[in-house]
């Protein structure tokens, strides 16, 4: 029984989805048979590039814009919440201090998770070492 991954099934996927039939062997089979079918070829793939490319953006703006109607509905929730707390200050105090709090909860957030990416994982390309290889200051037992 042959095993699949689950990248492989969802490379088929997205190739299903966004057309593309041939992979790379194949283009590059058919595309050193003739030059006319080469020409063909490039400008195919340009015009995919250039329509992914569109898509990528317009799922970004749609991201960007349900985010924005997120924050729009939630913000005078949770302004409203604050002001119920009573505190000694002023209720403009209050939604002014709630709203750059949370500003900069979510840049800490945003920033703490930057810095964990950028620790990386270990990868067959980029092996972790132990701390002691190398070290010329390491008092050995042996």
């Known amino acids: 029984m042959v095993s699949r991954s689950t990248i492989d099934a969802l490379l088929d996927v997205l190739r299903i989805a966004f057309g593309s039939g041939m992979n790379d062997e194949e283009l590059k089979a058919q595309a050193i048979q003739d030059p006319e079918q080469t020409k063909r070829l490039i ?3 340009t015009s995919r590039a250039r329509d992914k ?3 990528t953006a317009l799922l970004g703006v749609l991201g960007l814009l349900a985010l924005a109607i997120v924050m729009v509905k939630a913000a005078p929730f949770i302004v409203k919440k604050a002001r119920a707390l009573e ?5 403009v105090g209050t939604a002014l201090g709630t709203l750059v709090m949370g500003s900069a909860l979510a840049g800490l957030s945003w920033w703490v998770r ?3 990416a950028a620790r990386g994982s270990a990868t067959p390309q980029n092996p972790p070492e132990s701390r002691n290889e190398g070290d010329q200051n390491q008092v050995g037992t042996g």
Do not use: F, G, T, V
């Open 53 to 55: 490319r569109k898509q």
């Open 114 to 116: 930057r810095k964990l």
């Open 43 to 45: 400008a195919i793939e």
């Open 87 to 91: 505190l000694p200050w002023s209720d």
